[in-house]
């Protein structure tokens, strides 16, 4: 089975703080995104990577980066935490950039204060 | 880019009838249309996709179907079970350089009422 883990279910932080999402793969998969989920609004792509240190914007790139140094790990950074960024957060795998399918985590919520 | 819309936003079903899901998109470019389930707590999960030579799809009790020209698919959900209550996302793909990109649409929370 995929498995795709997140490195918190649950994070509280203040407005101006940076943050960290962390996100691994176990199945060698070549592409991984981070979506953001809100309700009424679905999942919305903030950045995809589809190589080590190689990534790509999404619709909804501002405020946050990624970073990619391993193949089975990608993170997600906010610089300075605001409100408007209090969400819940979904990372997700492809096997290949040929793939459709993609393999999601259990979502990190996030709550910014 | 891409705008994928469904309806309806909430879907309340006694158990054994039938639910239907819509989704719309606006790019003609599309060619692959997933729908995912997400149960309370987890990560979305893949239940049902079609291409967009196929018209019509069918899996045990969901299936999907696709209006290219209309540009609509919709998921149908035949004697419904509790445990088919759950948040459900359409999806549209377009392609890139890097890879198959998917756009959702907001989601329908399905309420299956034993």
């Known amino acids: 089975d995929v498995k795709v883990t997140q490195s918190s279910r649950y994070l509280v932080k203040r407005t101006g703080e940076k943050v960290f999402l962390e996100c691994v793969q176990d199945?060698?998969?070549?592409?991984m995104f981070w979506y953001r989920q809100d309700p009424g609004l679905g999942l919305r792509l903030i950045y995809f990577?589809?190589?080590?240190?190689?990534?790509e914007k999404g619709d909804i790139p501002e405020g946050y980066s990624v970073s990619r140094e391993k193949k089975e790990r990608f993170s997600l950074i906010l610089e300075s935490a605001s409100t408007n960024q209090t969400s819940m957060y979904l990372c997700?795998?492809?096997?290949?950039?040929?793939?459709?399918?993609?393999?999601f985590g259990p979502g990190t919520r996030l709550t910014v204060t | 880019g891409e705008n994928v819309e469904q309806h309806p936003s909430t879907l309340s079903v006694q158990e054994g009838d039938s639910a239907v899901i819509k989704c719309t998109y606006s790019?003609?470019?599309?060619?692959?249309f997933p729908w995912y389930k997400q149960e309370l707590g987890k990560g979305p999960q893949l239940i049902i996709d079609?291409?967009?030579?196929?018209g019509e799809k069918k899996d045990q009790r969901i299936a999907v179907t696709l209006n290219k020209t209309a540009k609509h698919f919709s998921l149908h959900i035949t004697e419904t079970q509790p445990e088919d209550s759950a948040v459900y996302f359409c999806?549209?793909?377009?392609?890139?350089?890097?890879?198959?990109?998917?756009?959702f649409g907001g989601g329908t929370r399905l309420m299956v009422k034993p």
């Open positions: 999806a549209a793909a377009r392609y890139n350089n890097a890879g198959n990109m998917l756009t």
């Open positions: 079609i291409r967009s030579n196929v």
């Open positions: 997700a795998s492809t096997v290949s950039p040929r793939q459709y399918e993609q393999y």
């Open positions: 199945m060698d998969h070549e592409n």
């Open positions: 990577s589809y190589d080590v240190k190689m990534k």
């Open positions: 790019d003609s470019a599309s060619n692959y």
